[in-house]
């Protein structure tokens, strides 16, 4: 192809973000704002918000009505194709997508439901890049069944090295929890390689992935990757908040005892597990009470945006855009970058030098450009770059090179006036 015909498909492509962008109507409402922090949460393009709207505004009505009640129908109907959209994009059963409030309350409730899967000196693996909820929760519970909890090593790319597993993982290792794609780094762990060398090693040891900063960026399939358990979150992935996902193996599930009570579970009258609740649908076992409903209307219609875009694409363009403020702010004096060189796909890590994050970010905030400064929940940042507090950009299909240029030239000013930072306090 000609010079003409790429710059023509160059047009397309840059037309094509711009449409999409426009789906989404923060950018309306905050015409002057820079949003960098979709890490932290996505945007909601129209049609989410819409279908929100529409469960209160044309249905309103719980799915436990009786009878045939076409709203009610209509609104089992939807939990039912949500179930169905989630379990497709992942390659895992509809039976098997539970909705639950968050990602923290699904790791909450399968490390407490796992509680008796653990024995004195078993052996419970984690890594460095975790989010606070999946340290936490497996450390409480380890604890509490004097178990152990330790970390698997990562390699010189700070993702978790496949070739030292053997000298960690062993017949008395029950659980290896960890990240699909890391919230600080952004750095992408192979989770059908580790996994398979998990299993090799020991057939036993349940797999568990927190999938929530890679369902919207990357595909994943959990039967492909023999996992047992994977969580995320609506809001990360162009949904409402308030409603989280856990997929759980069948086989595994069915072995976990029953942790919840109410809403359609019950004890029998010798104060036993009724023999009918023995044949509900795996769901019930973790939901209980009115589900989320709203925000199930929300997410069929976040998958269904999801689903209309190519995650290649998607992961693509944002590379680019990763590249693009790469280049960008390696161009800036007194900064540090730290996962320039790694393999990721949204996320760009850095400080100032003499210069607090919080600070950075707080005078950024103040000029409408919105980023995260922190240890963004992950309590071993430090281990990882030698600081505590760090400032994150991160991008999604609805950013422009553009909003990065705004974002360095701020930086620029703080850089050339450090008392900028002072006086904005």
């Known amino acids: ?46 049609t989410v ?10 249905y309103s009505i719980n799915s436990h009505s009786e009878g045939s009640n076409l709203l009610a129908q209509k609104v089992r109907q939807t939990i039912s194709q949500t179930r169905q959209l989630i379990a497709e994009k992942i390659n895992a059963d509809p039976e098997e997508i539970i909705f639950l409030p968050s990602t923290t ?5 399968l490390a407490l439901s796992l509680k008796d899967y653990l024995a004195k000196g078993d052996k419970v693996f984690l890594t460095h890049l975790e989010h606070s909820s999946n340290c936490y929760i497996w450390q409480d519970i380890a604890q509490k069944k004097e178990a152990k909890v330790d970390f698997l090593p990562l390699s010189e790319e ?22 699909h794609m890391s919230n600080s780094l952004g750095v992408i762990n192979p989770v059908k390689e580790i996994s398979e060398k998990i299993k090799e090693i020991n057939p036993d040891c349940l797999v568990i992935i927190d999938a929530c900063q890679s369902i919207a960026h990357l595909p994943i399939n959990v039967k492909e990757w023999n996992i047992d358990a994977l969580v995320f979150s609506g ?16 086989e595994v599930a ?20 009724a023999e009918k609740n023995e044949y509900l649908p795996l769901s019930r076992k973790f ?12 997410l069929k219609a976040a998958f269904e945006f999801l689903n209309n875009l190519d995650i290649k694409e998607i992961s693509d363009y944002e590379k680019k855009l990763k590249n693009y403020a790469l280049d960008k702010l390696k161009e800036l004096e007194k900064i540090i970058i730290y996962n320039q060189r790694l393999e990721t796909v949204d996320i760009v890590l850095f400080n100032l030098k003499d210069c607090h994050a919080h600070d950075v970010a707080d005078y950024l905030g103040k000029n409408n450009i919105c980023v995260r400064a922190g240890n963004f929940c992950c309590p071993y940042l430090k281990e990882l770059v ?9 991008f999604f299909i609805y950013n422009t090179k553009e909003e990065i240029d705004k974002l360095v030239e701020i930086l620029k000013k703080i850089i050339q006036e450090p008392k900028l930072l002072v006086l904005s306090l």
């Open 386 to 394: 030698g600081m505590e507090a760090a400032i994150r950009i991160s």
């Open 105 to 109: 309350y699904s790791l909450n409730i």
């Open 287 to 298: 939901e209980v009470g009115t589900l989320p409903l709203a925000q199930i209307f929300g």
């Open 254 to 273: 069915k072995k976990l005892p029953n942790l919840l009570w109410g809403g359609g579970k019950k004890f029998g009258p010798n104060n036993s597990l």
């Open 1 to 46: 192809m000609d010079n003409n015909g790429n710059q023509i498909l160059k047009k397309l492509y840059v037309r094509k973000m711009q449409l999409i962008r426009n789906l989404f109507p923060f950018f309306t409402q905050q015409n002057n704002s820079v949003y960098l922090d979709s890490a932290a949460t996505s945007l909601k393009p129209n």
């Open 235 to 250: 809001h990360k992935v162009y949904g409402p908040t308030g409603i989280g996902v856990l997929w759980i193996k069948k």
């Open 158 to 179: 700070f993702i978790i090295d496949i070739n030292k597993l053997e000298n960690y993982i062993d017949k008395k290792t029950k659980i290896v929890s960890f990240v």
């Open 49 to 58: 918000i819409q279908a929100i709207r529409s469960y209160y505004e044309k």
